[in-house]
């Protein structure tokens, strides 16, 4: 459960990394899946699997990312629309087709399939909002275990890691 203020890397000459909350000894080829946001918190799988990682990375998997998200403001049913159908993030790079469900006029769920750099950010930035708050709930069906602390984490089952591999096999 990355806190925030912890970058997803293996090390950092600044800040504290994931890797760095990590007590085991045995550490030391452990890498983050993916990257969050040095201010975003939630699930980050952290393994040794070079091959699990690249796939569960990989937009053409259509491994599902949910995030909660809080706005600066209120979520229009257009902008919403937009969202859900792609924007751009860059000017020449648009945003797959998202789902999103909606909370409060300010709070969503936004689950997406790929992870550009600060791409939901950017994605809410495109209709005129800011993101204030960030967090990944799920990475496909594996879903942020509610019972760790911000800072805490544990090993996946044996199921866990089977599930993971089985969704991005071909």
């Known amino acids: 459960n990355k806190p925030a203020g912890v970058v997803s890397a293996t090390s950092d000459p600044k800040d504290k990394t994931v890797v760095d909350l990590i007590t085991s000894k045995r550490k030391k080829d452990l890498f983050p899946v993916g990257r969050l946001d040095k201010d975003t918190e939630g699930l980050l799988i952290i393994c040794n699997d070079g091959p699990l990682c690249h796939n569960l990375l990989s937009p053409k998997k259509h491994v599902d990312k949910t995030y909660y998200v809080c706005l600066n403001g209120t979520l229009s049913k257009e902008a919403e629309a937009e969202v859900c159908s792609g924007v751009y993030i860059e000017k020449d790079v648009k945003s797959m087709p998202a789902t999103l469900k909606r909370i409060t006029d300010d709070k969503v769920y936004l689950t997406i399939q790929e992870g550009k750099f600060h791409q ?51």
């Open 120 to 170: 939901v950010k950017k994605m809410f930035h495109a209709v005129g909002l800011e993101v204030i708050y960030l967090k990944r709930m799920s990475m496909g069906g594996l879903k942020l275990d509610e019972t760790l602390k911000e800072g805490e984490y544990r090993p996946l089952t044996i199921d866990e890691i089977n599930y993971l591999k089985g969704l991005t096999n071909d």
